[in-house]
Every structure is written in structure tokens, then in C-alpha cells.
């Protein structure tokens, strides 16, 4: 009841407020920055910040079906071992996030002609596989980190309506009284990832929670020449535990994906190449083996029957 109650109140707004400004269209009558219809969509979705690392998909891929390109929005869709994937790149952030996972929604769901909601849901698993820092010297650079749970830091998910049981609310509010954050930051919110889609990499993953900063320098503890209003932020987060998990790494997407595919009725996993360990200030500068071999494991597990 509580699903159908959500589509049906979601329709209804829908149907309102379809207007030619609210739900953009490009001249070909496709969302307007993703570019891309529900019909050249693969149900199953790479998501990747880098534009050019949607090559990495597509020198894989057997067959070519569509490709597209629109600002940092890099679309391949094919076929590897037989099985349909779409890559799309997203660029970085939350905020590219909001528009690429709605346009994704909006292509699988909304007629674009009438600008209604079709009378059946259709179900995307969304996979973004992305690089991260690590916030604990054992998880060294070249890790593969899966994300059970992801902490937004950026705010997004606070100008959605959704019901406290959506998320992790409890969650939520043993964070916020772990980090005693001021008033004048956005409010955190928790969701967990598609148990599902865990489970095909469960195996050749460390787990854990993923903190989704809304920016890469003081939103993440670095400290160039301004110093972050935050002290010890890596610190802090490194030492909260939920579910038997710690808070392994930060990046800057996560919680966006994971949030707005929990509130439209989408399956998202997050899995980051660990290039930066911030306890021990490592870097990795060249990663292109380590990003092509995690590609092409995660594609065959998400491949198998």
C-alpha cells in the first residue's frame, strides 16, 4: 500500500506540473542533458564521473547501439558477453547527480509525449563505479570499497519530500550527534544501497560507509589557504560506526545516487577505486590498469545469471 500510495501521489503531482519549463525536452524530444530516450537505455547502468572513462565501457563492449554526447554527459549503450549495459558519465557532484539520476527516471517513466507517468514502473540498477579516499591507513590505495550505507554531507535529499522510513533515519541522528556539526550545515541523511546488487560483489569488496562531501577540498578536510570551519572532519568520521561498518571513504556522489533511486523505486551500488588515503597521505597518480580491472570484474558479475 505504502508504494502504490507514493506513485499514485507522485502522479498526481506529475500530471500538474509537466509543464514544458518543469520537465525539459531538447529539440529531439529527449531529456535535455542526459540526451537519451528509455529505449536506448540498458536496464542495468554504469554511472562514471569522467567522461573518458566511458571508453573503458565501450572498448569492452561486443556491439555498439547508441552513443551520445552532451556536456559532460557521455552515453554508450551495448553489449558485453551478451548482456545489454548502458555507461553514462555524470561529471562530479551532488548536483549533477539531482539532474542525471531524474533525467534517468524520467526517461524509463514519463511519456514524453503526453508528460505522464507510464501505468508501469520500470526498475533501473545503477551502478557507479568511481574513485575515493580512504580514511583508514588499512584500506591502502587500490582498494575496491563498496558502499552498504552512504551519509550525505551535501543536503541534496533535504528538498525532496520523503518519509523518515525511506531512508536511515536512526542512522541519521546517531551521525549527527557523533559529529556535532554546526546549525549553519545541511542537515545529514542516510540510505542504504541495493542489497541485491551487494551481494554480486560482497566478495572482492571491503564494505562499508561511504561519506558523500558536497565538494572535493575544506568539504572534504583539505586545507590549501583557507582552513576548513570543520577541524579534524577525516578524524571524526573515521570513528563512527553503524551496523558493525565504519566510515570508510569519501567522494562526492553516493549519497545523490543512492537517495533519489531509494525515493523513485531504483536499485543503486556504489564501488570506488581507493586512489587517495588520507590517514597516511598516499596518493595514486596513475590508475588506469586498476580502474580497467575493477570495470571489467564488476560488468562480469553484474553480467552472471
Known amino acids: ?18 509543464k514544458s519549463s518543469e520537465l525539459v525536452l531538447n529539440p529531439s524530444g529527449k531529456p535535455y542533458h542526459i540526451n537519451t530516450n528509455g529505449d536506448e ?47 553514462m558519465s555524470t561529471g562530479m557532484g551532488c548536483d549533477n547527480i539531482d ?20 501505468p508501469n514502473h520500470r526498475t533501473l540498477n545503477m551502478i557507479r563505479i568511481g574513485t575515493s579516499g580512504s580514511l583508514h591507513s588499512d584500506i591502502p590505495c587500490g582498494s575496491l570499497v563498496a558502499s552498504v550505507y552512504a551519509i550525505g554531507l551535501d543536503g541534496l535529499l533535504n528538498y525532496y519530500e ?24 545541511a542537515r545529514p541523511y542516510c540510505v542504504k544501497g541495493s542489497e541485491e546488487l551487494m551481494s554480486k560483489v560482497a566478495d572482492i569488496t571491503v564494505k562499508g560507509i561511504t561519506a558523500t562531501a ?3 577540498y575544506a568539504p572534504q578536510g583539505r ?6 570551519s570543520i577541524k579534524d572532519l577525516n578524524k571524526k568520521l573515521a570513528t563512527f560506526n553503524w551496523d558493525g561498518l565504519k566510515v570508510t571513504n569519501l567522494e562526492m556522489e553516493t549519497s545523490a ?6 525515493l523513485l523505486g531504483h536499485n543503486a551500488l556504489t564501488v570506488c577505486l581507493i586512489i587517495a588515503n588520507r590517514a597516511d597521505g598516499t596518493f595514486l597518480n596513475s590508475y588506469y590498469d586498476q580502474m580497467h580491472e575493477a570495470v571489467t570484474t564488476i560488468m562480469n558479475r553484474i553480467a552472471e545469471k
Open 257 to 262: 545516487i543512492y537517495g533519489l533511486s531509494k
Open 99 to 118: 539532474i542525471v539520476l531524474t533525467e534517468l527516471d524520467v526517461a524509463a517513466n514519463i511519456d514524453l509525449e503526453t508528460r505522464t507517468v507510464k
Open 214 to 216: 558536497p565538494g572535493f
Open 223 to 228: 586545507h590549501i589557504r583557507i582552513a576548513p
Open 1 to 18: 500500500m505504502r508504494k502504490t500510495h507514493r506513485l499514485h501521489t507522485f502522479k498526481t503531482l506529475a500530471m500538474n506540473e509537466m
Open 162 to 185: 520523503h518519509r523518515d522510513d525511506q531512508l536511515e533515519e536512526t542512522m541519521a541522528q546517531a551521525f549527527e550527534k557523533h559529529m556535532q556539526f554546526s546549525s549553519r550545515l
Open 41 to 87: 537505455l540498458a536496464d542495468d547502468i554504469f554511472l562514471v564521473g569522467d567522461p573518458n572513462r566511458v571508453y573503458l565501457f565501450k572498448n569492452l563492449f561486443e556491439k555498439v547501439e547508441y552513443e551520445s554526447s552532451n556536456r559532460e554527459i557521455h552515453t554508450v549503450t551495448g553489449y558485453y558477453h551478451g548482456h545489454r549495459f548502458t555507461a
